[in-house]
C-alpha cells in the first residue's frame, strides 16, 4: 500500500535535492541545523511509531544506495578505465554502512517529538491507523501530484496573461516589445 503525506513528499524532494550533483560541494557550508530540545524516550518512541504508520522508511530506505551510487558515478565520469573496480567498491562501500540510512529515520523522529506533543503524536498515529487516515494516506500523494501540475498549468497561463498585459500596456505607450 502506498502511504504517504504532503510533509513526507516534502522531505523526500529534499533528500532527492540532497541526493543531486552539486557543482563545488566542497565550498558550499552545510544549513544550520535547528537546535532540538531534549525529549522523553516515550515522545521518541511516540514519533518513531507515527512515522511507521505514514511510511516514511520508504522515502530515506534507498539512501545510502543511492549516495553510493552517486558517489561512483561521479568518480567513474573522470575515470572510466576504473569501472570494474568502482563497481565492486561501490558494493563494499555499501555494504559496510548498510543501516546508516537510519540515522535520518531518528532524526525525523525527534524533529517530531520538538514540533508536537506525546499526545499529539499518539493522536496522529490514531488517526492514520483509521480509515480516515490510511485514506488520506493512500490518496493524499495523487493529490498532491494532481494538485503541483495544476499549479505548474496556471503558473505558465498566468504568465503569459501577465506577459500580455505588459505588451498591451508598452503598446499603449507607443513601445511595442519584440518577440
Same mark, same amino acid.
Given at each position: 500500500?502506498k502511504?504517504?503525506?504532503?510533509?513526507? #513528499?516534502?522531505?523526500?524532494l529534499?533528500?532527492?535535492?540532497?541526493?543531486?550533483?552539486?557543482?563545488?560541494?566542497?565550498q558550499?557550508?552545510p544549513?544550520?541545523?535547528?537546535q532540538? /530540545?531534549?525529549?522523553?524516550?516515550?515522545? &521518541?518512541?511516540?514519533?518513531?511509531?507515527?512515522?511507521?504508520?505514514?511510511?516514511?522508511?520508504? #522515502?530515506?530506505?534507498?539512501?545510502?544506495?543511492? =549516495?553510493?551510487?552517486?558517489? /561512483?558515478? +561521479? $568518480?567513474?565520469?573522470a *575515470?572510466?578505465n576504473?569501472?570494474?573496480d568502482? *563497481?565492486? $567498491?561501490?558494493l563494499?562501500?555499501?555494504?559496510q *554502512?548498510a543501516?546508516?540510512e /537510519?540515522e535520518?529515520?531518528?532524526? &525525523?523522529?525527534? =524533529?517530531?517529538? *520538538?514540533?508536537?506533543?506525546? +499526545?499529539?503524536?499518539?493522536?496522529?498515529?490514531a488517526?492514520? /491507523?483509521?480509515?480516515?487516515?490510511?485514506?488520506?494516506?493512500?490518496?493524499?500523494?495523487?493529490? &498532491?501530484?494532481?494538485?503541483?501540475?495544476?499549479?505548474?498549468e496556471?503558473?505558465?497561463?498566468?504568465g503569459?496573461?501577465?506577459?500580455?498585459?505588459?505588451?498591451?500596456? &508598452?503598446?499603449?505607450?507607443?513601445?511595442?516589445?519584440?518577440?
Amino acid at each position: 500500500m502506498k502511504r504517504s503525506s504532503g510533509l513526507l #513528499i516534502a522531505a523526500g524532494l529534499a533528500l532527492g535535492l540532497a541526493f543531486a550533483p552539486q557543482a563545488a560541494s566542497a565550498q558550499q557550508q552545510p544549513a544550520a541545523q535547528p537546535q532540538l /530540545k531534549p525529549v522523553s524516550p516515550s515522545a &521518541m518512541q511516540a514519533a518513531r511509531d507515527l512515522l511507521a504508520v505514514k511510511g516514511a522508511s520508504q #522515502i530515506y530506505g534507498t539512501a545510502v544506495s543511492t =549516495i553510493v551510487e552517486r558517489a /561512483k558515478q +561521479q $568518480i567513474l565520469a573522470a *575515470n572510466l578505465n576504473y569501472q570494474k573496480d568502482l *563497481n565492486e $567498491i561501490a558494493l563494499t562501500v555499501s555494504q559496510q *554502512n548498510a543501516g546508516k540510512e /537510519k540515522e535520518i529515520g531518528e532524526q &525525523m523522529a525527534k =524533529i517530531y517529538a *520538538n514540533d508536537f506533543t506525546e +499526545q499529539e503524536l499518539k493522536d496522529l498515529t490514531a488517526f492514520y /491507523k483509521s480509515p480516515l487516515g490510511q485514506k488520506v494516506l493512500t490518496t493524499e500523494p495523487d493529490a &498532491m501530484r494532481t494538485s503541483m501540475a495544476f499549479m505548474g498549468e496556471w503558473a505558465q497561463s498566468f504568465g503569459q496573461a501577465v506577459v500580455a498585459q505588459f505588451r498591451a500596456e &508598452m503598446t499603449k505607450r507607443g513601445k511595442p516589445l519584440a518577440g
